[in-house]
């Protein structure tokens, strides 16, 4: 049997010294870290890769007088949602606030998730920004983004010379 077939990293490894594949990662995430910071464009590792810890759910639906955003937001204050409009793109941002544990009170379980959001859509060029409207309740989000009204054409004859 050639050393080639008997050769294996995992058995190198026990050789050598313990194997952690835990201690690997670790240090792949770093090196990725060093490598995003140093980019020519200052991108911050730790900014550029941060995501949020959840994001609601939407639908976008359009009939011929608008476009309809609804996004689930249960368990966010109506005075911690905030929609605007910048260059072109909707913006979805809000919080959703930890409850705060109580004296007394023990937590068997906490699965939904906290903390900030923010999701943005690019418009479509026939929105007209300064109508747009949005209201919040039941949980539900929603964006009303009207379509601008585009006078029909004029025909006219062109004459030929």
Do not use: C
Not at 40 to 55: C, M, Q, V
Not at 83 to 111: C, N, P, Q, Y
Not at 133 to 147: A, E, I, Q
Not at 153 to 160: F, G, L, Q, T
């Amino acid at each position: 049997m050639s050393s080639l077939l008997k050769w294996s990293p995992f058995r190198r490894a026990r050789a050598v010294g313990e194997w952690n594949p835990l201690r690997q990662m670790e240090d792949w995430d770093s090196r990725m870290e060093r490598l995003l910071r140093d980019w020519p464009l200052g991108l911050d590792a730790r900014e550029s890769l941060t995501l949020p810890d959840w994001s609601p759910k939407v639908d976008i639906t359009e009939d011929e007088k608008e476009y309809l955003v609804k996004a689930e937001v249960p368990g966010v204050k109506k005075e911690d949602l905030k929609v605007r409009i910048d260059d072109g793109a909707l913006t979805l941002s809000g919080e959703r606030r930890a409850e705060l544990e109580e004296k007394g009170k023990t937590f068997h379980r906490m699965e939904r998730s906290y903390g900030r959001f923010e999701r943005s859509f690019l418009l479509p060029s026939d929105v007209d920004p300064a109508g747009v409207t949005s209201d919040s309740k039941d949980g539900l989000l929603r964006v009303h983004l009207p379509k601008k009204t585009i006078p029909s054409p004029k025909s006219a004859e062109i004459p030929i010379e």
